[in-house]
C-alpha cells in the first residue's frame, strides 16, 4: 500500500501529527483547488456561450489593479515561503507582512468592485454574478487567510506555519490562473 | 538559510513578479489575438509551476502529489485557451 510518502505528501507533515497532519493539509489544498476549478470551468463555459456579454463584463474589468493584486500575491506568498524556511528562526515578520500584502490585496480589490459597479457592471448579467462570486469567493479566502497568518504570527509553532503557509500557496495559485482566464484572455 | 539559497529564493521571486508584470503587459495589449493570448496563458503557467517547486517546496519531490499540482493550472489553462480559439473560430 502507498504511503504519504511515495505520493509526495511529506511537505506539509508537521511535527506534532507526521502523517495525518500531511494528508488534512492536502485534503484542504486540494478542496480548494476542485471548488475553484469548477467555478472557473463554469466562467468560462459561460464566457463561450454568451460572447457579447462577456466581451461588455471585461470592458468594465481593470487588468491594471489585477495585476497590481497578483504582484502582492506573489509577494506574500514569498514572505510565507520565507517563514517556513526560516525554520525555528524568527517568523513572526514574514508572516505579518505576508497578511499585510494580503489585506492589501483585498483593499485594491474592493476598491476594483465600487469602480466595476460605479460603471455598471450588473449589465453583463449572469457573467457579472459569477465573476463576483469565483472572485469575491477568493478574496474571502485571501481575507481569512490574513487573518490565519497574524494569528499564527502571534504564536507561531513550525507545524502551524507549514499549515498555513501551504494553504497560502493555494490561493496564490489558484489567483495566478484566474487572473488571466478572468482578465486576459 | 545558507546564502546561495536565500540567493535563489530572492531570484525566483525576481522571475515571478517579471512574468507577472510581462504577462499583464502582453495581455493588456493582446487586442483578443491568439499568440499573445497563448504567450499569456504560458506565462500564467510558468507562476504557477514556480509556486508550486519553489514555494510550496516540492521541487526535489518526484511524489504523485507534485504532478497532480502542476497537472490543475495546466489543465485549466488549456481549456482557456480551447475557449480563446473556440470563440474566434466562432467569430
Not at chain 1, 474592493?110 to 459597479?117: D, G, K, P, Q
Not at chain 1, 465573476?131 to 477568493?138: A, E, R, S
Request: hydrophobic share 60%; aromatic share 8%; charged share 10%.
Amino acid at each position: 500500500m502507498a504511503t504519504t510518502e511515495d505520493i509526495g505528501l511529506s511537505v506539509g507533515k508537521t511535527e506534532s501529527g507526521g502523517d495525518a497532519d500531511s494528508l488534512l493539509l492536502w485534503i484542504l489544498v486540494w478542496s480548494e483547488l476542485i471548488a475553484f476549478g469548477a467555478l472557473l470551468v463554469a466562467f468560462m463555459v459561460m464566457t463561450v456561450a454568451d460572447v457579447e456579454g462577456a466581451a461588455l463584463l471585461r470592458s468594465h474589468l481593470h487588468p491594471g489593479l489585477a495585476a497590481l493584486n497578483t504582484v502582492l500575491l506573489l509577494l506574500s506568498g514569498w514572505q510565507a515561503a520565507l517563514a517556513v524556511r526560516l525554520g525555528d528562526g524568527p517568523v513572526r515578520r514574514p508572516l505579518v507582512l505576508a497578511a499585510l500584502f494580503g489585506l492589501g490585496f483585498a483593499a485594491v480589490k474592493l476598491f476594483e468592485y465600487s469602480l466595476e459597479a460605479r460603471s455598471g457592471i450588473g449589465g453583463a448579467g449572469a457573467l457579472a454574478e459569477l465573476y463576483f462570486l469565483v472572485t469575491g469567493f477568493h478574496l474571502l479566502h485571501v481575507v481569512f487567510g490574513s487573518g490565519i497568518l497574524c494569528l499564527v504570527a502571534w504564536r507561531p509553532s513550525r507545524g502551524n506555519v507549514v499549515l498555513i503557509a501551504t494553504l497560502w500557496h493555494a490561493i496564490d495559485l489558484v489567483w495566478l490562473v484566474m487572473f488571466p482566464i478572468v482578465y486576459l484572455t | 538559510m545558507t546564502r546561495q539559497a536565500r540567493e535563489q529564493f530572492i531570484a525566483t521571486l525576481a522571475m515571478l513578479l517579471t512574468l507577472a508584470v510581462g504577462g499583464a503587459f502582453v495581455g493588456g495589449l493582446s487586442g483578443g489575438l491568439l499568440v499573445p493570448i497563448i504567450a499569456v496563458l504560458i506565462m500564467a503557467y510558468a507562476k504557477g509551476r514556480f509556486v508550486i517547486l519553489d514555494f510550496m517546496e516540492l521541487r526535489e519531490s518526484g511524489g504523485l502529489m507534485r504532478s497532480a499540482l502542476l497537472a490543475w493550472p495546466a489543465l485549466l489553462l488549456l481549456l482557456a485557451l480551447l475557449r480563446t480559439v473556440t470563440v474566434t473560430l466562432m467569430g
